[in-house]
């Protein structure tokens, strides 16, 4: 097994799990977090003991998305034209797509396990796409995408929609409603919640009685024969999507928004250290 920083990678059985481990910036996809889940996944998805690939996080958050004060999106770069802009853009967003194609073509059974709130990415790239979601009471989404001048990323706007409807999903990516674990298990989008304070426990016992009466094999089965029409339609949305976040970039749209969430995130830090 691979030595990791940013994740933490174990395998119980037939049960591979992956977790993010960046608990001080909320599992945000900064450091090598996006490189080492590809790694990840790439292993587990040879791996010819496991069933389940499970994804989840240390410490209280599922993910809170993008790094927004390591990004370096919020620099202003000198470009010779727009396509140019473009194209470096796209480069920026390239370990996101591999990771999103990574998980579509993931042959065992994909499964979310939200230990906690999840924001922007965090909420918004992995659920549509996992085969099984489970959460913890603690749980909600909530995606800033227009408050941040982006675009639902990944395959998003299509994934929300074909499990929630088209109305939900609008409210949800369009408007940045926060939607609770009640309303995300009401509306398909949990298949279990689970207390916040035996989350990790209560996730492996649930899949070992899963083991413990259905054959695996017959479940990757089930996963591959459902996902296989999905799969065109489903890297279609991410490249689409990444198109668009590209374009929103080269309009300059979230540049000035990145610069005010970042001295918003810096002022709440200063704060909290003048307090201890």
Do not use: C
Request: glycine share 8%; net charge neutral; proline share 3%.
């Amino acid at each position: 097994m691979a030595k990791y920083n940013d994740i933490i990678v174990t395998i119980n059985g037939q049960i591979g799990t992956i977790k993010f481990n960046r608990p001080k910036s909320l599992n945000s996809f900064g450091g090598k977090l996006m490189a080492e889940t590809i790694a990840a996944i790439r292993d587990l998805n040879e791996n010819p003991d496991t069933v389940f690939t499970v994804l989840t996080g240390e410490g209280r958050f599922f993910s809170a998305g993008a790094d927004v004060r390591g990004s370096g999106l919020d620099s202003v770069e000198e470009f010779a034209n727009d396509a140019e802009k473009k194209l470096a853009y796209l480069e920026r967003f390239t370990p996101a797509m591999e990771m999103l194609r990574s998980i579509i073509d993931h042959k065992k059974v994909f499964v979310l396990a939200l230990n906690g709130p999840g924001v922007g990415g965090g909420a918004a790239w992995f659920t549509g796409v996992a085969d099984i979601v489970l959460a913890s009471s603690s749980t909600y989404l909530q995606v800033p995408f227009s408050a941040l001048g982006l675009v639902p990323e990944n395959g998003s706007a299509i994934n929300f929609s074909q499990s929630m409807g088209v109305h939900r999903a609008n409210e949800f990516l369009m408007f940045g409603r926060k939607l609770t674990v009640e309303e995300l298990e009401q509306w398909g989008m949990v298949n279990r919640v689970f207390p916040a304070d035996t989350f990790h426990e209560s996730v492996r016992k649930y899949l070992e009685e899963q083991l413990s009466v259905n054959d695996g094999k017959s479940m990757m089965e089930t996963k591959r024969l459902q996902n296989a029409p999905l799969r065109a339609g489903r890297l279609l949305a991410v490249v689409d999507s990444v198109s668009a976040l590209a374009e929103r970039f080269v309009d300059g749209a979230p540049m000035q928004r990145f610069v005010e969430k970042k001295k918003q995130l810096e002022a709440k830090s200063k704060t909290r250290t003048s307090k201890i």
